[in-house]
């Protein structure tokens, strides 16, 4: 499966964002998705996780009840709006898949991964 970013760019301290992850070459109600997002000098982190039936999430602390992760089965495409933006949620955003997959949140469980899109909130 191949996932492309998009959505990514500046918003201001408690602004808004809404980044998308296209799926292609394999149908996304099949796979686990997660968002991770890597800040410059730190390791890249999970923020959120749907599983494959779409039925359960995880978030991370620092993001619980600001971002929100949806999977459009018929777009093939997963979104994460993310509100009440902090300066420490600047860091690249990368979507990643695994097929059949629940709730892992480490970096080496998932194959398939995006290129990443920039997000960046300053004032």
């Known amino acids: 499966v191949q996932l492309v970013e998009s959505g990514g760019g500046s918003a201001q301290p408690g602004g808004s964002l809404r980044l998308a992850c296209a799926a292609s070459?394999?149908?996304?109600?099949?796979?686990?998705v997660g968002w991770f997002r890597q800040a410059p000098g730190k390791e890249r982190e999970c923020v959120v996780v749907?599983?494959?039936?779409?039925?359960?999430?995880y978030y991370a602390d620092s993001v619980k009840g600001r971002f929100t992760i949806s999977k459009d089965n018929a777009k093939n495409t997963v979104y994460l709006q993310m509100s009440s933006l902090k300066a420490e949620d600047t860091a690249v955003y990368y979507c990643?898949?695994?097929?059949?997959?629940?709730?892992?949140?480490?970096?080496?469980?998932?194959?398939?991964w995006g290129q990443g899109t920039q997000v960046t909130v300053s004032s």
């Open positions: 070459g394999r149908t996304l109600n099949t796979y686990a």
């Open positions: 990643a898949a695994r097929p059949l997959g629940g709730l892992r949140t480490a970096v080496r469980d998932y194959g398939y």
């Open positions: 749907i599983s494959w039936s779409g039925d359960s999430t």
